[in-house]
């Protein structure tokens, strides 16, 4: 019986989308908890780090309900990419663009 749940379990994630997937994934973080790091590069240099993100959100059109080509999320801007929240970096809302943005999304255990 169990195998049966699994293998039914399994044929529904596969025949999901990959956003669909994605989603799923994020409401399973969000009751877990994560420490997400989100490091933006120019070229090969690091230049903005935030750090303590819960997840990253695709945008969707408000009439249209279609994925828009940019992320956003909630950090704390690590200014000076120590890995840690220090005085003055506060938390922030960020957007960058699946397009032009060199970028990692990373677990920080």
């Given at each position: 019986m169990k195998k049966s749940i699994l293998a039914v379990a399994v044929l529904l994630l596969v025949g999901c989308?990959?956003?669909?997937?994605n989603s799923l994934s994020r409401s399973i973080q969000n009751w877990t908890g994560t420490?997400?790091?989100?490091?933006?590069?120019?070229?090969?240099?690091l230049v903005k780090r935030f750090?303590?993100?819960?997840?990253?959100?695709t945008a969707y059109g408000?009439?249209?309900?279609?994925?828009?080509?940019?992320?956003?999320?909630?950090g704390y801007d690590d200014k000076n990419f120590n890995m840690?929240?220090?005085a003055g970096e506060n938390k922030t809302y960020f957007e960058f663009s699946d397009y032009s943005?060199?970028?990692?999304?990373?677990?920080?255990?």
């Open positions: 989308t990959q956003e669909t997937q420490n997400g790091v989100l490091d933006v590069y120019a070229g090969d240099k750090i303590k993100i819960d997840k990253l959100s408000t009439n249209d309900a279609q994925a828009r080509p940019y992320r956003y999320g909630y840690r929240q220090d943005t060199s970028y990692i999304f990373y677990e920080n255990n």
